[in-house]
């Protein structure tokens, strides 16, 4: 008798770097919609960060009118909310645009979801006070190195503006599918923020600071900025919210199938507003058929799984595409947004099968 594959064959990260670490996501091989922490992709900068868990303190400061620190058990005893929210790397499909660009080459698994559970980072600036010209909060991560680019050595350090920080559901989380948040990504304390990009979800919290000014350090004003152009850097503008996008799951690209009835299933997620249609093709974009969504949950910061039921009966070649919209008639387009360091690839989704 045959062993059954399950549960003996899983799939496991797949490894783009390990110094730092960066592996992603199996995500066609996903049936959930909440991520094992196992199986979450992961996206450093730097070395792991060395932290004395036992002596914890989360200090705010600057423009604020009393400096705190807060402990652990501070924090966990504040009010909390639990969200489903989902993070996805601006560089998720990187290895898709054309003409290609440098960076980690990932493919469609820079991206994975689950509930996170913290507290306001508003109620935290509430109990400090912000003061008159507050203009950024700005949150520091345990994590530093050197750059290849600039010869110096910087933390991990993102900034959001304050209409930003002060929104209900950006957190700073402690739990992680009701778990303390994994170690790798973020223990103690990461900052949650819905809807934008995860480099603004900055782990191992080290300090948060509210300033007068625009941020500048470099993971915001040279990284995590779109740059049209090749050669120079007009029309630079910084990566923000997710783009409206969708991934194909199953079946596989370039998998081989018989004639007769397949399932073609996947995710679709956006950043602002919700998912309210997911149309597929099944001949290159000729024709387009609207797939059953699944109800999203209602702040809309998750995906939404989605399927299409496809008979084919005639052998041969097919581009099978995916094409999603939001609540405020975005979809996703034919043609990417092309930019030097490859951030918010979200064009129509697309494989090909061949029927034998
Ligand atoms: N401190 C710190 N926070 C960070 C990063 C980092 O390198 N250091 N990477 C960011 C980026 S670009 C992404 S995509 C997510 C990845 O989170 P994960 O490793 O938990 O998947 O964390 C963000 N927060
Ligand atoms: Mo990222």
Known sequence: MPYPLYPFVKPYLMTRGLQPENQETPIQFIKTDTIDYQLFYRRNHFAYPGLSYSNYWLPINGLVKTAKCFSLQDILRLPSKTLKVVLECAGNKRSLFEPKVFGEQWEKGAISQGYWKGVPLRTLLELAGMKEGAKEVVVEGYDYGRRTDLDTVHTYARSLPIYKAIHPDTIIAYEYNN??????????????????????????????????????????????????????????????????????????????????????????????????????????????????????????????????????????????????????????????????????????????????
Do not use: C
Request: hydrophobic share 35%; no cysteine.
């Open 179 to 356: 778990r303390p948040i994994p170690f790798k990504h973020g223990y103690p304390l990461r900052l949650i923020v819905p809807q934008w990009y995860a480099m603004a979800s900055v782990k191992w919290i080290k300090q948060i600071s509210v300033i007068d000014s625009d941020f500048t350090g470099p993971f915001q004003s040279v990284d995590y900025v779109y740059y049209p152009h090749k050669e120079n850097d007009e029309g630079a503008f910084p990566v923000t919210t997710i783009k409206v996008n969708s991934t194909i799951q199953k079946p596989l690209n370039m998998e081989v199938l018989n004639t007769g009835k397949h399932i073609i299933e996947g995710i679709a997620w956006t950043g602002k507003g919700n998912i309210t249609k997911v149309e597929v093709s099944t001949n290159g974009g000729k024709t387009w058929t609207e797939a059953k969504v699944s109800q999203q949950n209602k702040e809309g910061y998750a995906w939404s799984a989605w399927k299409f039921e496809w008979s084919v009966a005639a052998k041969g070649e097919y581009t099978l595409m995916a094409k999603a919209t939001n609540s405020y008639n975005q979809e996703q387009p034919a043609t990417p947004f092309w930019n030097r360091k490859g951030y918010g690839y979200n064009a129509i989704e697309k494989i090909k099968v061949k029927i034998e």
